[in-house]
């Protein structure tokens, strides 16, 4: 139904026509599927392999000097969790450009200034435009929740979405977040999901960069010369782990806080260290995230598992609100040597699954598996105190 008032041409959609009971029946169904919200980064790169050099100085923010742009989605993407590179290809129309034309992506504040209703769908995927092609862009690549869609509709149904979205019973999700870039955009642009989440899930490799001068310790053999090493085939920016470090420490203060959470149950952390020799990155570099979270959980129920092989070390931590006091308990086990197995550990089987398919003893933190041959493991270990630093 549409009607026309003086030269401005009104539309009026059907929504509007049904019923308030039903309109919020449909907006149950929308906001029905946000249990689970998965907080990532991905690098944006043309089918041949060529970043804009633009992109590089495009803004100070640190994952944006690395050529990512920050995504989210509200439900379990396990493709945005895993280690494997992750790329954004360019339409192939938009690869081939005269000599001359000027490329550029659009930065999140961009797009937040062209659609100041979405909220936090400014950190989805931004898509590509062309001055002398605006009708190029790559609108397909990029995803918006439905309950974002349907605010964009008119602001009668932003209204009343907004409104619901306050007044019904919350929904605590679970966040799955990649490290280092997941905790940037989620300090940066969605802080306020912290107060919501029942569960946080970080998962990533530690990119750590070593230089000659950085081998000290009594691991080093004086006179040995020491190799600059490319874990993965790469290193993060130094800007980005530096970020990220700051971006985990607010993040893990927040949630294991001495005055404590409403709603939150654990923090859960999968970090694969590259190498051999990486364990001691574990607790000796400064920017190690699980030496960085320790410190900042103020008391808990800390379970602590480190595997190890002869490609990297990973590190399982598993922490629960306690405030008052602090255990913590430590186990050592062999990870497999095969690609596969290493870059698979920052993954659980456990992650995507509703708390009724989760197995008892997975969530029971006090209950130990058996260790496996040749592997010492130190189950009952505890230090208890009043939450001070560890």
């Keep these: 139904m549409s009607k026309t008032v003086g030269k401005q041409r009104q539309v009026r959609g059907d929504l509007l026509d049904l019923p308030a009971e039903l309109r919020l029946n449909i907006y149950d169904l929308i906001l029905g599927d946000d249990e689970a919200v998965t907080i990532s980064g991905r690098e944006i790169v043309d089918e041949e392999g060529d970043v804009d050099p633009e992109e590089s100085s495009a803004s100070n923010v640190s994952w944006r000097r690395v050529r990512r742009v920050p995504i989210i989605k509200n439900f379990y993407d396990e493709s945005l969790l ?32 062209e659609n100041p209703t979405i909220g936090y769908s400014k950190i989805l995927a931004a898509s590509t435009k062309s001055e002398t092609k605006p009708e190029a862009s790559s609108s397909s690549s990029t995803y918006i929740p439905a309950h974002l869609a349907l605010q964009q509709t008119c602001k009668q149904i932003y209204q009343e979405l907004q409104h619901h979205m306050s007044s019904r019973t919350a929904i605590n999700p679970i966040l799955y977040v990649t490290y280092p870039h997941g905790v940037i955009v989620l300090k940066e642009h969605c802080p306020h999901l912290l107060k919501q989440a029942r569960a946080i899930n970080i998962c990533g490799p530690f990119l750590y960069g070593k230089r000659p001068h950085e081998c000290t310790g009594y691991w080093c053999c004086p006179g040995q010369a020491w190799k600059p090493s490319q874990p993965l085939g790469r290193t993060e920016n130094p800007a980005t782990l530096l970020a990220a470090t700051e971006s985990l420490t607010w993040l893990v203060r927040s949630v294991l806080s001495p005055k404590g959470h409403p709603v939150f149950e654990r923090l859960e952390m999968r970090i694969f260290y590259p190498e051999a020799d990486a364990y001691r990155e574990v607790w000796t570099n400064n920017q190690s995230p699980i030496s960085v979270a320790l410190p900042n959980i103020c008391g808990g129920k800390i379970d602590m598992e480190v ?64 260790t496996e041959v040749g592997i ?15």
Excluded: C
Excluded at 376 to 390: A, D, I, L, V, W
């Design 82 to 113: 895993a280690i494997a590179p992750r790329v954004h290809p360019l339409p192939a129309a938009e690869n081939v450009l005269a000599p001359g034309l000027r490329r550029r992506y659009r930065t999140a504040d961009e797009l937040a200034a």
């Design 307 to 370: 595997w190890r092989s002869k490609m990297g070390a990973g590190v399982f931590l598993r922490a629960r609100p306690q405030p008052r006091a602090r255990e913590l308990s430590t186990g050592w086990r062999k990870l497999g040597d095969t690609r596969a197995e290493n870059e698979g550990f920052v993954l659980s089987d456990q992650w995507g699954k509703s708390e009724e398919d989760i197995p008892t003893n997975w969530k029971d933190s006090n209950r130990r598996e058996e």
């Design 376 to 390: 010492t493991t130190y189950s009952g270990t505890r230090f208890s105190g009043n939450g001070g630093s560890y």
